[in-house]
């Protein structure tokens, strides 16, 4: 999972904003297969758009007018990939800042054919303060981000509350914010900054199952056979 959380106010210039970052993912220098490399070379100039420092027309990247879910910190893609493939009527706009998986989900792009997913190659904060309009997103979408374990970074977890403050505000009442996570202690984190955010209501009394939509990942049903557990939290925008 990928991101940098970012508190200035949403209009501060990059002076007004320096020093106040804190990043919530590490910089990888992942190796990107061949298959990742062809894939980056053959479908990003299709399927990626550019950052850009003013909300563009997403409708004008995809080939169909629908409701907006934005996917933040994809990792390797396969989820992304398997729920649009599931939900043909919406579309998806991809967030990550990590070459091999970009790599990885234009891969299964090409493969599966998918025509509602587009990548934005960069940090997702920046992208939700200077390209998402406000009400503009249907949901987002927030699957095992990066948990910092150590007590000393929780405060790089993304899960806070300017952020939450931030990305509701891109999100269209009657939407939805869905996360996911496996580690207790930031569920239970996501679940007090969540309810404490006064535009977002609970649809269920704490934790929810998993929603059918949201495909068990290869670690995830790893770890149920270790005994490990995975908590749910989908909250409504008012």
């Known amino acids: 999972m990928s991101n ?3 508190h200035p106010p949403e209009n501060a210039s990059p002076s007004e904003a320096k020093g106040r970052r804190i990043r919530s993912f590490v910089t990888r ?3 990107v297969t061949p298959a990742q490399q062809r894939a980056l070379d053959e479908y990003a100039p299709l399927f990626c758009i550019p950052f850009s420092s003013s909300p563009p027309r997403f409708q004008n990247y995809f080939g ?3 409701d907006l879910i934005m996917e933040i910190g994809f990792g390797m893609g396969e989820t992304t990939a398997q729920i649009a493939e599931s939900i043909p009527d919406k579309n998806f706009l991809a967030v990550d800042v990590h070459s091999p998986g970009v790599g990885s989900l234009l891969k299964q792009i ?3 054919s998918l025509e509602n997913v587009r990548i934005i190659q960069h940090d997702a904060v920046d992208v939700l303060t200077h390209m998402i309009s406000p009400s503009s997103l249907y949901a987002a979408h927030l699957f095992f981000p990066d948990p910092w374990q150590k007590a000393r970074h929780h405060k790089r977890r993304l899960i806070q509350p300017p952020f939450v403050q931030l990305l509701t505000s891109r999100i269209r009442s009657g939407g939805y914010v869905h ?7 930031y569920a239970l984190q996501m679940l007090t900054v969540l309810e404490g955010e006064p535009f977002l209501e609970n ?9 059918h939509y949201r495909p068990e990942t290869k670690y ?3 770890g149920k056979r270790l005994g490990h557990s995975v908590w749910d939290l989908v ?3 008012r």
């Open 220 to 222: 995830e049903k790893r």
């Open 64 to 66: 169909q007018e629908a």
């Open 203 to 211: 649809t269920s009394n704490g934790f929810t199952p998993r929603p």
């Open 29 to 31: 220098a992942g190796r």
């Open 179 to 185: 996360c996911a996570t496996d580690w207790e202690h």
């Open 110 to 112: 090409g493969e599966r």
């Open 4 to 6: 940098r959380i970012t």
């Open 235 to 237: 909250f409504a925008c």
